[in-house]
């Protein structure tokens, strides 16, 4: 089976180690994406909303890299620092996925990288 590294300019680069994504097969995964401005590399300013926002416009640019989009996307996995952005995170993700949303786990954690409220990471369709 194949392995492809993904790379999106409409993305931040990776602070590390590992790909902005995997093309395996029919499979696209997308690392985990924080509000980071692309061209800048720095954390947005904003509300939960404008956040979520632009850790999903991240992982959208990675899908579409990848030959997928948001609405292949089977899979979720969503961090937040701070479990009442629950609510927030839900209508911003009502506003992406409005047919047929992906399965989906929300976790509140310690702490995430650059000092970020939320990581979203995916595991997506690709297209034939």
Known sequence: MSRITIISEGAPKPAG????????GDFVFVSGQIPLDPETNELIEGDMRKQ?????KNLESVLVAGNSSLDMVIKLTVYLV???DFLIVNSVFSDFFPNQPPARETV??????????????AIGLARS
């Not at 509140?108 to 990471?121: D, F, H, M, N, T």
Request: proline fraction near 7%; charged fraction near 25%.
């Open 108 to 121: 509140q954690v310690s702490g995430l990288p650059k000092g970020a409220r939320i990581e979203i990471s």
């Open 82 to 84: 701070d479990i009442s």
């Open 17 to 24: 180690p590992y790909s902005q994504g995997i093309r395996s």
């Open 52 to 56: 979520a926002e632009r850790a999903l």
